[in-house]
């Protein structure tokens, strides 16, 4: 009996490759396959309530926010400063309530996976929001919502402070217009005009789930006219 379960609790285990046929089949096998919907954040009653004064200072001092925050080194927490909206000791109070934010489930939506030569395609069974994505092998894109995507980077957390709760390592594709946007075109918001397309698909280390994103925002004008971000965990 205990031989059995043990057997049967057992996990997957995955590591990249730099092979990306490979690990993308790895993780998208043919066939059906269900993904967890993760697109709510579970909060304290504090932590939304210190959240809600940052944003709100951060809308109040956002020309001053945009060059602040494009002098700190990538990696690395923001210095605290008054503008930020809270106490110092506030601050540091919402910087460990972040680590604990953990994302939880909305819902299951299940997709058909499909081969064909060099391609996968991914079908959702439920069309009304869920969008068909294309990924090609040989020209190593992305396609979804009429855009192409280019490959970006392999992506690799290190630590478990994120809203899995989980180390984890995969691929991204994106697209964005303009690709290099400079700090006066975001301080001229009325006239803000960016597209931005990601596709990522990854690993869970702490769960063994595979992780697939599909995102997309568009702002004209000023004006969000799309918006959306699909965190898919496999079921």
Known sequence: MLILFSACSKQRTFELSNDIEKDVKNLLPAGSMKFEVMDKVRQSPRQIELTQKFQEAIRENYDWFLEYSSNIEPGKPM????????????????????????????????????????????????TSDNKTVLIDLVTNTVEFDNQLLNFKDTVRITDSKNGFKSEWFGYQWIYENPENIEMSALKDIQNLEIQQYKFTIGFLKRTGKAYVQIKGREIANGFKMVDYAFPLVEK
């Open 79 to 126: 210095p605290y400063h008054e503008n930020l909206g809270l106490t110092e000791e506030e601050y540091s109070e919402l910087q460990e309530l972040t680590n604990e934010i953990e994302l939880v489930s909305s819902g299951v939506i299940q997709y058909e996976i499909s081969y064909s030569e060099k391609k996968i395609k991914l079908i959702p069974t439920d």
